[in-house]
């Protein structure tokens, strides 16, 4: 069954349901279970129609075609089939359509019934070119879109993609927001509107915890900001594993999360910039959550180094230009 979810113009949204999948989570002691999670920036991952809001490499393309794109849908399938996620959040998404594709090639990949994404949301800035998705073998539900209406700023507001909100039930329930942050590309200074959408997701992170104070909450997605940019928190009164705060200005709150980037002993980033590692995806969790086994993936969409594969529009090679990374995680 699939069903659409009306929301306001601000943001469009897709919701996908169906009947309730065998679970195959992991049971760990008491009543906890374990997922494992995957973010990936798939890079501009477009459509074969041209509908105007494409990139202009993708729009003056002559070899970006039908074909072109079901072998990339299909070397992006092969690459989250691998990965083997029970949730797997996508960035820079077209459209529903897009999700669509992707969940019938993920459907037809496997004979095990545990195995299939039954359940995806996505939402992106209405006119925008590119927005998140989230495929899952649990169910999804409380699809919500916050969008940022700044008038305070004497800059233009550039459009910024909103954050999304959903919970997973496992059969516990397990609050995501998914976010995609301002680039920092263009040459001018992004990190006004990157603060605003920190503010933005702090917030709703304490309106969660206010709701359900052992609420588990895990962040994601490509934050356009390396962990170093993040402010530190504070070792006095903090559990040992909030090591990052989210602060929200006008409040004048933060919120502690964890991110196992500080914790990670690898040599790997998420995305590689003149041969310089950056580390801009990211997974926060707080609440009652715990983040095991986090790393970069490397495979087939990364060179021997570990460098990723960026997909070229005049080649049609390549994968993306990040990394996707992965945790287990556990509430």
């Known amino acids: ?47 074969a129609n041209k509908d105007g809001i494409e990139y202009s490499n993708f729009l003056k393309s002559k070899k970006w075609d039908q074909d072109a794109y079901k072998e990339r849908l299909q070397k992006l399938c092969k690459a989250i089939n691998e990965l083997d996620g029970d949730l797997v959040i996508l960035e820079e998404i077209e459209n529903q359509g897009v999700v669509f594709d992707i969940s019938n090639a993920l459907a037809g990949n496997s004979w095990n019934p545990a195995k299939v994404y039954r359940y995806a949301c996505f939402a992106k800035k209405e006119n925008s070119s590119i927005g998140c998705a989230v495929l899952s073998r649990r169910e999804l539900t409380g699809l919500k879109i916050h969008s940022l209406d700044i008038q305070s700023e004497r800059e233009k507001v550039p459009s910024m993609r909103p954050l999304i909100e959903v919970d997973l039930l496992a059969p516990k329930r397990l609050k995501i927001f998914v976010n995609h942050w301002k680039s920092k590309g263009g040459g001018a200074d992004s990190s006004l509107w990157r603060r ?10 304490m309106e969660a915890q206010e709701a359900d104070p052992k609420t588990a909450i895990l962040c994601a997605g490509d934050f356009n900001q390396d962990i170093e940019e993040f402010a530190k928190a504070s070792d006095q009164g903090r559990p040992y594993s909030a090591n990052v705060e989210l602060r929200e200005p006008i409040s004048r709150q933060s919120v502690f999360v964890h991110s196992p980037w500080l914790t990670y002993q690898g040599g790997l980033g998420s995305y590689n910039f003149r041969d310089k590692w950056e580390r801009i995806d990211h997974f926060f969790s707080c609440g009652n959550l715990a983040i095991h086994d986090f790393s970069p993936q490397t495979g087939e969409w990364s060179y021997d180094d570990g460098r990723p594969k960026p997909f070229k529009i005049y080649s049609l090679k390549g994968w993306s230009d990040h990394l996707p990374i992965a945790c287990s995680v556990e509430f």
């Open 196 to 205: 605003w959408q920190e503010s933005l997701l702090a917030k709703k992170i």
């Open 1 to 47: 069954m699939k069903k659409f979810i009306p929301l306001g113009a601000a943001a469009k949204a897709l919701f996908l349901a169906a009947c309730a999948a065998l679970f195959s989570c992991k049971n760990f002691s008491g009543d906890k279970v374990s997922l494992k999670i995957v973010n990936w920036n798939a890079q501009t991952f477009f459509d």
